[in-house]
């Protein structure tokens, strides 16, 4: 079950969910499998890459239920590891995706590659999180087309619980990480233009990941 409560704040509405994620009932998955557990002393989801063959950062996704929302923030405690057989370059990427439209063809994401947050390899440092969005722009033409604007440096450990606060305003979105006070990436630009869509889980290929303390507020 969703807890909402609602906030009125300057003659606006603000909606306040938080999302037991030990609960996947009516979740939407997209080739990945989920089961709740105890991970690391929390209740949790497991979400655990299941695409068959060769799919695009697009295709692997949990759309969380009731969660559709424009402008707002998306908290979450999340952790990414890579799994067995995983194939090689996988990071344990792990992530949020936003304004997700029903059958998953829209949406926005922030996610990062653990593994790559302590690499002695400063290259692979400086891609430890990531912006994509979908349709049209996945990492490669980012990277491609403008580089070093959609991804930065944070550090990461790959097994671990980490902190993510997503910001989100027409636009524009940041990603803070470990509760910083500052984002480790910047978005002015957002692809898909500003549009409304659910919250989802989000993982790579190879990934094993978890979630927890999931929590949106939206207008």
Not at 12 to 19: A, E, H, L, N, P
Not at 158 to 182: D, K, M, N, Y
Request: aromatic share 8%.
């Amino acid at each position: 079950m969703l807890i909402v409560s609602s906030i009125v704040t300057a003659g606006q509405k603000t909606r306040v969910i938080t999302v037991p994620l030990d609960k996947i009932k009516n979740m939407k998955l997209i080739n990945v499998t989920a089961e709740t557990v105890i991970f690391k002393g929390r209740k949790a989801v497991r979400v655990i890459d299941a695409a068959a063959g060769s799919v695009g950062d697009e295709g692997r996704l949990a759309i969380l239920p009731d969660t559709e929302f424009e402008d707002g923030v998306i908290e979450v405690d999340l952790s990414g590891e890579v799994g067995p057989n995983a194939p090689e370059g996988a990071r344990g990427f792990v992530g949020l995706a936003f304004r997700t439209s029903p059958d998953a063809s829209r949406f926005e994401c922030f996610y990062l590659r653990p593994t790559n947050g302590r690499a002695q390899d400063q290259v692979r440092r400086n891609h430890s999180a990531q912006y994509i969005s979908f349709p049209g722009f996945p990492w490669q033409r980012l990277r491609k087309e403008f580089p070093e604007k959609y991804e930065s440096y944070v550090d990461l450990v790959p097994g671990e619980w980490t902190r993510v606060r997503i910001e989100i305003s027409g636009v524009t979105a940041r990603l803070f990480v470990h509760g910083s006070s500052q984002p480790a990436l910047i978005v002015s630009d957002l692809k898909q233009g500003k549009t409304k869509g659910s919250v989802a889980l989000w993982v790579g290929p190879g990934t094993v990941a978890h979630f927890s303390n999931l929590h949106i507020t939206g207008k």
